[in-house]
């Protein structure tokens, strides 16, 4: 019974991911790759933040990783 | 006989599932060097295909939102009108989802090359292009010689030029 239950479950979990992953192919990145996506867009307000989160949290970096996410090179 | 069980097997075999669905969605079988370029024309795609026939091919697919195919155009253009006499042929296949922003994209960099929309992207599927812009260069035989996965600009024109000319010599 025990075993069972056990089963099921694995076999939900495994559902679960089969359903939820999905690789974006290299050519269905248009959408990423539009500049709205872009968390960094805007320079100036980005520095801003920076520094108020700097002088005031004294937290620095730690922002995201640079690209657009559109997977090019 | 004593039979040694696997510990903890659901474990085991959840894990291997999951790491073999990763495995699965992240493959592409990407075209390789000696694979038969297959008949173009039955892709369904938008525009005219130029002539192909005992041609060396480059056929290169890229899209208007990617900034490193918009660097490859221009480095395209002069390869198309060095080698076109020699034979030498672009094929730029556009894998766009919106047929203006190519258009848009071509008034803003116009191409000296054959330019054909793959809009139903079963071409590129087929091919299986790992990075955008991916490009195949292929011999006069049809079969591809050589696969570009991105644009690294000098670099890449260089090793372009190379390629097509010891394709041309053959």
């Not at chain 2, 969605?25 to 192909?52: H, I, M, N, R, Y």
């Not at chain 2, 939102?65 to 060095?82: E, G, H, N, R, Y």
């Not at chain 2, 020699?86 to 191409?111: C, H, W, Y």
């Amino acid at each position: 019974m025990k075993n069972k239950a056990r089963l099921f479950a694995a076999m939900g979990v495994l559902l679960l991911f089969s359903t939820g992953c999905q690789h974006v192919k290299p050519w269905q990145r248009g959408a990423l790759a539009d500049s709205v996506m872009q968390a960094d867009r805007d320079p100036l307000g980005v520095a801003q933040d920076e520094h108020i989160f700097f002088s005031r949290e004294a937290a620095f970096g730690g922002r995201g990783v640079g690209g657009g996410g559109c997977g090019c090179n | 006989m004593h039979i040694e069980h696997p510990k903890r097997p659901l474990a085991k075999l959840l894990i291997t599932s999951l790491l073999l669905m990763g495995a699965a969605g992240q493959s592409f079988a990407e075209w390789k060097v000696g694979d038969a370029l297959p008949d173009l024309t039955a892709f369904k795609l938008e525009g005219k295909l130029p002539d192909c026939s005992n041609k060396v091919l480059m056929v290169d697919f890229w899209a208007s939102w990617c900034t490193p195919c918009a660097q490859s155009f221009p480095a395209m253009d002069p390869l198309q009108k060095k080698y076109g006499e020699q034979g030498f042929q672009i094929i730029a296949i556009n894998v766009d989802e919106n047929r203006t922003a190519m258009e848009k994209f071509l008034k803003k960099s116009p191409a000296a090359f054959a330019v054909v929309r793959d809009a139903s992207q079963q071409l590129v599927e087929k091919a299986g292009v790992s990075t955008m812009p991916g490009s195949f260069i292929v011999d006069r035989a049809g079969k591809v010689r050589f696969v570009h996965s991105g644009f690294n600009g000098k670099k890449t024109e260089k090793q372009y030029e190379i390629e097509i000319e010891s394709l041309l010599k053959k």
